[in-house]
């Protein structure tokens, strides 16, 4: 696993901000719910559609509905047409380098949602390997009911839990080999027992490069005092000296159905 990372470049000076909190979650997975909650924390995260927080107040949608300006800087194609299910074919080799991954996301306390988890290795790279990154994996009850949730969201179009680092190797420029040049990489293309395998495989990948203390995993399935404790109290860990207190507000359980992002 640790050989899909790309090397460390010690070239290269390391983030001298605050640790980045990167949304390894997949889509559907409660990134939109976390983006909200991110934001009862007065801090700033850029969203697959919206930008989120206080500091840079929630945008209007592109003209061409999605991805976020950040986002696209990164990426090949600049309009959302084929990015949900193909952000790692879409992705800019020359543009997802560690320093211009870190100066597209300055000014941000978070970066969530697609292209983060497709592209997880380059923006864990990006931040010192970990180092310099707070770690918060969201996920559903069992990867059975995420495939449900993100088979509803995009009729089977989004792109399957593979992870291609953008600077590997076989690079995410390069069109889709072996089995999956095939039989496609939507989610269609698979069977929900192929797709759990990926999706698990994706889990592990994040729990096994990532230092336990700067890992939170999240399921939205607990109550919400449990989930706001452990945000709260990760958060209060990984960026010091800044501290976070359990809302009491109830945890806001949004979906891009709702308009909320």
């Known amino acids: 696993l640790l050989t899909l990372l ?4 010690y070239s290269e000076p390391l983030h001298p901000g605050p640790p980045m909190i990167l949304g390894a979650g997949l889509g559907s997975s409660g990134t939109t719910s976390l983006a909200e909650a991110l934001e009862t924390f007065n801090l700033t995260s850029v969203h697959f559609k919206r930008v989120y927080g206080p500091k840079k107040g929630r945008s209007r949608y592109s003209a061409a509905g999605f991805p976020v300006k950040v986002y696209s800087s990164l990426l090949k194609s600049k309009t959302g047409n084929g990015l ?14 560690p ?16 292209p983060v988890p497709e592209l997880f290795a380059d923006f864990f790279a990006a931040y010192g390997h970990g180092s310099k990154a707070a770690v918060i994996l969201t996920e559903r009850s ?4 995420w495939i449900l949730r993100r088979w509803s969201f995009c009729d089977g179009d989004c792109f399957v839990p593979l992870l291609r680092p953008c600077s590997s190797p076989s690079n995410a420029s390069a069109p889709p080999s072996g089995e999956a040049a095939r039989r496609g990489t939507a989610l269609r293309d698979w069977s929900v ?3 759990a395998v990926m999706y698990r495989a994706y889990h592990d990948f994040v ?3 990532t230092p336990p203390s700067r890992l939170l995993e999240l399921n939205f399935s607990k109550p919400d005092r449990e989930i ?14 800044r501290r976070f207190s359990t809302p009491t507000r109830p945890f806001p359980h949004a979906t891009y159905s709702q308009g909320k992002g």
């Open 84 to 97: 949900l299910h193909s952000p790692m074919r879409e992705c800019d080799a020359r543009m997802s380098t």
């Open 207 to 209: 729990r096994c490069v």
């Open 99 to 114: 320093s211009t991954i870190r100066s597209s996301l300055a000014g941000f306390d978070a970066a969530l949602d697609t």
């Open 142 to 145: 069992s990867a059975e009911s």
């Open 228 to 241: 706001w404790q452990s945000l709260a109290l990760f958060l209060s860990s990984t960026l010091r000296p």
């Open 193 to 195: 027992a192929e797709i």
């Open 6 to 9: 790309p090397p460390a470049n």
